[in-house]
């Protein structure tokens, strides 16, 4: 029997953190250090931080390979000015309905004593290219001739990136999990910053690939070890609305991002400028403590209890009985480490939970393809691309807002299929056309949406996985989430290689998927979270009960006198 009476702890000072603290019993690590104070303040604040330069790595591309005009390098001996040789030597070429000089080939010339003959019956190949600096000084596609037969590099840039963070996802997720998370929090940061700057001075188009694979990693390891020690010192009823302003230093990092590239149009510095801004997550290394929630179920009992100590005493608490609560905490810890691990394998033994996991992976996939489909495209949609990819990046802000209040007052599935379908239908107005305005307007109400629905998703399927695997379950979401962020920057390959509307199409048919799929999933609204396979499978048949009332602020849902506790769930700009 668990002591109601010697174990508690009281909170000193007006503060409603303090006042939550309040407990008879200890059943969780936020008992004893409180649900939300200064100390986790400080740690919310560092990990928004990483959203800043993981948004400028993670959408960079467009503005290291902007369209920009291209044509076939002079040979050697000839000195021509540039309106010379373009209008002599480069042929012109018939596409979508105009006649535009050729990127890819000139008519065969031959210098002699500084003068060329050129032969206009024939065209060869560049050899080499001239590029517009105009504008750009210089662009990852200048750098290492992306174009002709090698501009599918450019989308395999974003690919290779993706790649790197899937990769990085179970590599620092496993050694977060076996090695703590302020160790390999610290590793992650200090391998992205150096990764970057490498990065930057890379000599070749496969060092560069090698180095940025390699950013990659550190930034998903920042990214989802941050993420994991947050939630693991918030209370339960802070964890939802804490998701979302998590997602604020992301949003922050987009809206700033073109402003950089127009302002730093050197591909070399805008890559620098994002490695010192990262730089400011050295301070990791000074400031983020270690989760004590990690340090008890590695039973190491004494580090976590001087990390609480130090946390209740920032947040203004005073603990009473420490070795009674530690012994309470040990006891239900214990208890646990008796469970079967899970295993992915777990997820398709029944049918229903079988049918609803491959339900989640197929909607991940489709929407996490959208929405880097949407953001990587942003600039090439016409008008000014910067201007662009900013109202691109700021509706997400109001998608965050938006989503709160649905997901509040609204089923998930309907509030879902609300953002989901819109968008869908937005993306289908985004085919060329003579109307501009309308293929503007179009990708930035489908971006609100489809961001929006993203959010919701992670929500639904958190809920949806029982508590058992549910770390399972959403982790492998995520890499379905990632695989369709890598082959999303082919579209464009696509779009190219049959027609310009291909890639709206495409855009608008997968959302509607997802929505199809989304309502043959059961609902989640109000319900308390299926705690084994047996529940989640008997989830959306009747027989999980509904919760008494809706979470409100400051209040927690209990079921058999247990916390029914949030989900740790995440945002967009981690998957």
């Known amino acids: 029997m668990e002591s109601k009476a010697s174990d508690k702890f009281l909170a000193n000072g007006p503060t409603s953190t303090q006042n939550e603290a309040t407990t008879s019993t200890t059943r969780d690590v936020t008992d004893i250090i409180g649900k939300y104070g200064p100390w986790q303040r400080l740690i919310f604040i560092l990990t928004c931080l990483r959203g800043t330069p993981t948004a400028f790595y993670n959408l960079s591309t467009p503005f290291f390979s902007p369209k920009q005009d291209v044509w076939c390098a002079q040979p050697k001996g000839l000195n021509w000015t540039e309106s010379q040789w373009r209008n002599s030597a480069i042929p012109l070429e018939y596409s979508d309905g105009l006649y535009t000089p050729s990127r890819c080939s000139m008519f065969e010339t031959v210098v002699i004593d500084g003068d060329a003959i050129i032969n206009r019956n024939k065209t060869v190949p560049c050899s080499a290219w001239e590029f517009d600096s105009s504008f750009y000084t210089n662009t990852l596609t200048q750098?290492?001739?992306?174009?002709?037969?090698?501009?599918?590099?450019?989308?395999?840039?974003?690919?290779?990136?993706?790649?790197?963070?899937?990769?990085?996802?179970?590599?620092?997720?496993?050694?977060?999990?076996?090695?703590?998370?302020?160790?390999?929090?610290?590793?992650?940061?200090?391998?992205?910053?150096?990764?970057?700057?490498?990065?930057?001075?890379?000599?070749?188009?496969?060092?560069?690939?090698?180095?940025?694979?390699?950013?990659?990693l550190g930034v998903a390891g920042t990214q989802n070890?941050?993420?994991?020690?947050?939630?693991?010192?918030?209370?339960?009823?802070?964890?939802?609305?804490?998701?979302?302003?998590?997602?604020?230093?992301?949003?922050?990092?987009?809206?700033?991002?073109p402003g950089m590239a127009y302002l730093i149009r050197d591909w070399v510095y805008q890559q620098l400028a994002s490695a010192a801004v990262s730089s400011i997550l050295l301070s990791y290394w000074c400031f983020m403590p270690e989760s004590p929630r990690w340090l008890m179920t590695q039973g190491k009992y004494e580090r976590a209890e001087k990390i609480m100590i130090t946390a209740a005493k920032t947040n203004k608490l005073e603990v009473h009985n420490m070795p009674g609560a530690m012994k309470q905490l040990k006891e239900r810890i214990e208890r646990e480490e008796r469970k079967k691990n899970p295993s992915v394998i777990d997820l398709f033994k029944t049918s229903n939970l079988r049918k609803n996991t491959i339900f989640v992976y197929i909607s991940y996939f489709s929407v996490a393809f959208v929405f880097y489909g949407l953001s990587l495209g942003q600039t090439n949609l016409g008008g000014n691309p910067f201007l662009n990819f900013f109202i691109g990046s700021a509706v997400e802000l109001p998608a965050y807002f938006l989503c709160m209040?649905?997901?509040?007052?609204?089923?998930?599935?309907?509030?879902?299929?609300?953002?989901?379908?819109?968008?869908?239908?937005?993306?289908?107005?985004?085919?060329?056309?003579?109307?501009?305005?309308?293929?503007?307007?179009?990708?930035?109400?489908?971006?609100?949406?489809?961001?929006?629905?993203?959010?919701?998703?992670?929500?639904h399927a958190a809920e949806?996985?029982?508590?058992?695997?549910?770390?399972?379950?959403?982790?492998?979401?995520?890499?379905?989430?990632?695989?369709?962020?890598?082959?999303?920057p082919f579209i464009k390959e696509l779009g190219?290689?049959?027609?310009?509307?291909?890639?709206a199409i495409v855009y608008g048919s997968l959302s509607i998927v997802a929505a199809?799929?989304?309502?043959?999933?059961?609902?989640?609204?109000?319900?308390?979270?299926?705690?084994?396979?047996?529940?989640?499978?008997?989830?959306?048949?009747?027989?999980?009960?509904?919760?008494?009332?809706?979470?409100?602020?400051?209040?927690?849902?209990?079921?058999?006198?247990?916390d029914v506790k949030m989900s740790m769930l995440k945002s967009n700009e981690d998957v």
């Open 143 to 216: 750098e290492y001739n992306l174009v002709c037969g090698r501009d599918w590099l450019i989308s395999f840039t974003q690919f290779n990136y993706m790649a790197g963070m899937m990769c990085g996802v179970f590599i620092f997720g496993h050694l977060a999990d076996r090695y703590g998370r302020q160790i390999i929090l610290n590793l992650s940061v200090t391998l992205m910053l150096v990764a970057s700057i490498i990065t930057a001075f890379a000599p070749t188009y496969t060092f560069f690939s090698i180095a940025r694979f390699f950013l990659a």
């Open 225 to 257: 070890t941050s993420f994991c020690l947050l939630m693991e010192v918030l209370g339960p009823v802070y964890r939802t609305r804490v998701t979302f302003a998590f997602s604020f230093g992301w949003a922050f990092g987009l809206l700033l991002l």
């Open 405 to 459: 209040i649905f997901i509040r007052y609204l089923r998930r599935k309907p509030s879902f299929l609300i953002f989901d379908v819109i968008g869908g239908i937005a993306c289908f107005f985004m085919v060329p056309s003579d109307y501009l305005w309308l293929r503007l307007t179009a990708a930035m109400i489908g971006k609100l949406c489809i961001s929006g629905a993203f959010i919701i998703l992670a929500i």
């Open 464 to 488: 949806i996985f029982p508590t058992v695997v549910r770390t399972v379950g959403s982790g492998t979401s995520l890499m379905m989430g990632r695989i369709g962020a890598m082959t999303a």
């Open 496 to 503: 190219n290689a049959t027609h310009p509307a291909v890639p």
């Open 516 to 562: 199809l799929l989304i309502a043959l999933l059961p609902e989640t609204y109000n319900q308390y979270l299926p705690d084994t396979i047996c529940e989640a499978e008997q989830l959306g048949n009747g027989f999980i009960e509904s919760a008494p009332e809706v979470i409100e602020d400051g209040e927690e849902l209990s079921k058999d006198g247990n």
